[in-house]
Nanobody
């Protein structure tokens, strides 16, 4: 099992940047595929970015070129660098780990507003 805790959310103006981090507890972090999902009010949770255990990445089209996912297996962390933020990026962002099961963090709020 793995426990996940997100940090780094907050309020930012359009065009600004934020960096989300997710700290994972438990062993064998390096074998997990790690992802960031988000859920806006009234909408379904959606995959934002994912990084596999060997570093392959995936991004949803709307964040390509603006968001970067990375992982540090030595520190058991995964990060999401977000740039050029837009109001439509406003959501609760969740860290996700997948291997033999699926694990979620409690989420962190990101609000993009002037």
């Amino acid at each position: 099992q793995v426990q996940l805790v997100e940090s780094g959310g907050g309020l930012v103006q359009p065009g600004g940047s934020l960096r989300l981090s997710c700290a994972a507890s438990g062993s064998s972090f390096s074998i997990y595929t790690m992802g960031w999902y988000r859920q806006a009010p009234g909408k379904q949770r959606e995959l934002v970015a994912r990084i596999t255990n060997i570093g392959n990445t995936y991004y949803r089209d709307s964040v390509k070129g603006r968001f970067t996912i990375s992982r540090d297996n030595a520190m058991n962390t995964v990060s999401l660098q977000m740039k050029s933020l837009k109001p439509e990026d406003t959501a609760v962002y969740y860290c996700n780990a997948e291997y033999s099961g699926t694990y979620w963090g409690p989420g962190t709020q990101v609000t993009v507003s002037s």
